[in-house]
């Protein structure tokens, strides 16, 4: 399937591509190709929880997209199993690892005709995708570029105490939470009183949508973003760009953010109990960036990952700490042209 994007001063085309992960369930790639010549290599984005691929092709400004395009990158984007645009599954961080990314990868790879690809990630898709790096289940990636979390997550105080002491009493009740109920008002009387709560704790916005967002994934009022660095024509489009997350995620995220570490479920064959036990197995250089307002997770929480990457490959990898910036708005933020893209790029090129 193939569409047509318009982004600002050039128009985009999409190809949707179809592929099996290694469990057989079914996701896809979106091929984005524009004018501009292809002159580097493939580069995969990854989103996070509970969104989609688009989250990287905010509407109605320059994206990172139209930036990587601009550079001659070859661009794709995956829809793993964490996509609004898939039907709701009970998903862990395992299964994207050992079943997804792998899989995209390959596809990438031979459509392409590649030997080896550069890997941009955010949030979960970061964290997914670097445990599935460091188990070597990505031989093909040589770069990785991930905003916000990879190895570590670190979180404030309130989201630890969400995580240990709500998430437990909501999962006996249901088996998702989803910030689009900000919007679309639920049928559910329990999901009715969560929105009715939020609306009470939440004053920072009139949308009901991003106050949701906020206390599903942090800690901040907003915790995602600051409204100062949003469009207004942005933060309208973000109402629509989050769905259900289950319950098993936060359950496996509250595991780790205890341990300090990615805490695999052990319910997938193929990764390490302990990811950070050993050295990588992968030789791919590591980029870390984080928002210096980052309310969903700290800064911290690439500099540990660091640190440890590190500790095995001195002055190989590297960390950035962006100040002014959140967590999504370093990516769909009005001015990310100016101040984190070119980042981004100059870490994907090295």
């Known amino acids: 399937m193939t569409t047509t994007q ?79 645009d898939l039907p709701p599954n009970r998903w862990n961080l395992d299964q994207a690892a050992v079943h997804d990314h792998p899989a995209a990868v390959a596809t990438v790879l031979e459509h392409t005709g590649a030997d080896t690809l550069r890997a941009l990630i955010h949030c979960q898709g970061s964290s997914s995708f670097a445990l599935s ?9 040589d770069t990785i570029v991930s905003n916000a979390m990879s190895l570590h997550p670190v979180v404030p105080r309130l989201s630890a105490f ?29 999901q009715r009183r969560m929105v009715d709560a939020v609306r009470l704790t939440h004053r ?32 309208t489009w973000l109402a629509d760009e989050f769905g259900p997350v289950p319950l098993t995620f936060f359950a496996q995220m509250a595991r780790s953010v205890r341990a300090g570490r990615i805490v695999p479920t052990g319910s997938v064959p193929g990764l390490p109990d302990d990811p950070v036990a050993g050295p990588p197995r992968t030789d791919a250089r590591f980029a870390l960036v984080a928002g210096r307002d980052n309310l969903c997770f700290l800064p911290e929480s690439q500099e540990r990952t660091y640190d440890h990457l590190e ?30 893209f070119p980042l981004i790029l100059q870490e994907l090129a090295r």
């Not at 318009?6 to 984005?32: C, K, Q, W, Y």
């Not at 601009?70 to 964490?82: M, S």
């Not at 490959?313 to 967590?327: L, T």
């Not at 999504?328 to 101040?339: E, I, N, Q, T």
Request: charged share 15%; hydrophobic share 40%; glycine share 12%.
């Open 133 to 141: 790096a460091v188990a070597g289940l990505l031989p093909q990636v």
């Open 162 to 190: 969400k995580l240990s002491r709500v998430v437990p009493l909501v999962a006996l009740a249901m088996d998702y939470v989803d910030p689009h109920w900000g919007k679309t008002a639920p049928t559910g009387f329990l």
């Open 6 to 84: 318009v982004a600002p001063g050039s128009a985009t085309h999409t190809e949707v591509i179809p592929f099996r992960a290694g469990d057989g369930m079914a996701l896809n790639l979106h091929h984005v190709t524009s004018s501009h010549p292809v002159t580097r290599g493939p580069v995969l984005l990854v989103h996070g929880a509970g969104v989609r691929a688009d989250i990287f092709r905010t509407a109605g400004q320059p994206t990172i997209v139209d930036a990587l395009l601009a550079e001659g990158w070859d661009v794709w984007l995956e829809n793993w199993r964490a996509s609004i």
């Open 204 to 235: 920072e916005c009139g949308s009901g949508a991003c106050r949701m967002v906020s206390f599903v994934y942090g800690a901040g009022h907003p915790a995602l973003w600051s409204h100062e660095n949003l469009s207004s024509g942005s933060h």
């Open 311 to 340: 500790r095995h490959a001195p002055g190989r990898h590297s960390v950035h700490v962006v100040e002014g910036y959140g967590h999504l708005d370093v990516f769909m933020g009005r001015y990310a042209p100016r101040d984190t």
